[in-house]
């Protein structure tokens, strides 16, 4: 029988150990593996190439995506540094404008360096996209929705778009997780994750992900994975396995809060603007509802301005003010100084990132405390306290 992700989530193939009937994946912590004889090698022989605890999870995210393979790494930087070593030098990539801050970094200070070239485009317009493939394009990379504007990438009119150019495409699914969008699907061909954010859902492992279904497309990662070697150790491997396992629960309840605070967050006469992708009136509404389940527990609201941003930080008592996002915990991140630190004014002012707008990544926390909470650092606005 097949079951749904929701239910596959908790009865993998990995769900008991085959050699004593534990309800939990054993961190093995061997680097080297004992080898029958010299030109017979066992099933793992260095840990770098292979471990058992991290396999477990890699086949875990691998069906989790309707993949064929899955590859852990040390975080979801070394995941998507990974993935672009596909690329060679004189090869051009096209990547979203607003892209994850940390792959806009390596994208302009390090791929450039090594003779990767690179053009931004609105990913939302695949005009916009077809009009930057060059001869050399190799790579189309995603990132639906993005970070924090929430905008939305028609996926399958862009993997049209890449087939007819023969390159490759690459989607960051951090913010809805496969159990609200499987980009591989779409016809994506390569995933990729912080599996620190929703994936963990703890705030207590760094980690990223990657997977892909097609075989020579896997060979290549698995070399690039062992080559680089940014392996996720046993011990975050098993973190990640148990966030996963109730990956789908903490989605649906913090998407369901996320929709609610999106309403409320509207009714404020101290926000200016709210960006959801579940918002009816949200550009990319219609075309996240096709292509996804939901529209995930991140949203980003705009106040008047910086004060104002610093006077609800200081007031609020619930979410954390953190870099990060995807926890149990409600997280309030402020994107010009900490996820997009790494754009000058210019570039955030392009993408929308003004001085007043603040993220917010909703927990398990119960939505009318949340609300309770934001109402009254919102009235501190109002009354100029938390001001210094
Ligand atoms: C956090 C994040 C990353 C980077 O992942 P790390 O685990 O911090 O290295 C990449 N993409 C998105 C969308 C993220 O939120």
């Not at 954010?197 to 207590?204: A, E, L, M, P, V």
């Not at 990956?247 to 960006?275: C, F, G, Q």
């Amino acid at each position: 029988m097949t079951f749904s992700k929701q239910t596959s989530l908790l009865h993998s193939k990995h769900k008991t150990d085959p050699a004593n009937g534990a309800v939990s994946v054993p961190i093995q912590h061997a680097s080297t593996f004992d080898q029958p004889d010299i030109d017979d090698f066992g099933r793992y022989d260095y840990a770098r190439g292979g471990n058992p605890t991290r396999e477990a999870l890699e086949d875990i995210i691998a069906d989790l995506e309707n993949g064929t393979h899955g590859f852990a790494f040390a975080s979801g930087m070394a995941a998507i540094s990974t993935t672009v070593m596909l690329l060679s030098k004189g090869d051009h990539l096209v990547i979203t404008d607003d892209v994850y801050g940390g792959t806009f970094r390596l994208t302009t200070k390090v791929l450039h360096r090594q003779g990767i070239d690179h053009t931004f485009v609105d990913m939302t317009d695949p005009q916009a996209v077809r009009a930057a493939i060059k001869p050399n394009t190799k790579m189309i990379y995603m990132e639906t929705p993005s970070n924090p504007t929430m905008k939305v990438t028609p996926i399958k009119e862009i993997v049209a778009i890449a087939e007819e150019h023969n390159c490759l495409t690459a989607l960051d699914n951090t913010f809805l997780t496969p159990v609200l969008q499987r980009p591989l699907d779409l016809g994506v061909d390569i995933v990729v994750h912080s599996a620190t954010k929703f994936i963990g859902g703890h705030s207590d492992v760094v980690a990223g992900l990657v997977v892909v279904k097609d075989e020579e497309l896997a060979a290549e990662i698995g070399f690039l994975q062992n080559c680089f070697g940014a392996i996720l150790g046993p011990q975050d491997s098993w973190l990640i396995m148990r966030g996963l396992k109730t990956l789908h629960t903490r989605m649906t309840v913090s998407s369901n809060a996320a929709a609610i605070l999106a309403d409320w967050l509207k009714t404020r006469p101290e926000v200016k603007k709210v960006y959801y992708p579940g918002l009816p009136e949200h550009p990319g509404h219609d075309i996240n509802e096709a292509q996804a389940e939901g529209a995930g527990a991140v949203l980003s609201f705009e106040l008047e301005n910086k004060e104002a941003v610093r006077s609800v930080v200081q007031a609020v008592e619930l979410p954390v003010f953190a870099v990060s996002l995807g926890a149990v915990e409600s997280i309030l991140s402020y994107p010009p100084t900490m996820s997009h630190a790494a754009m000058d004014d210019e570039e955030r002012a392009e993408r929308g990132i003004t001085d007043g707008l603040l993220r917010l990544s909703v927990g398990l926390e119960n939505t009318d405390d949340l609300i309770a909470d934001l109402t009254q650092a919102f009235e501190k606005i109002r009354a100029g306290e938390g001001v210094e």
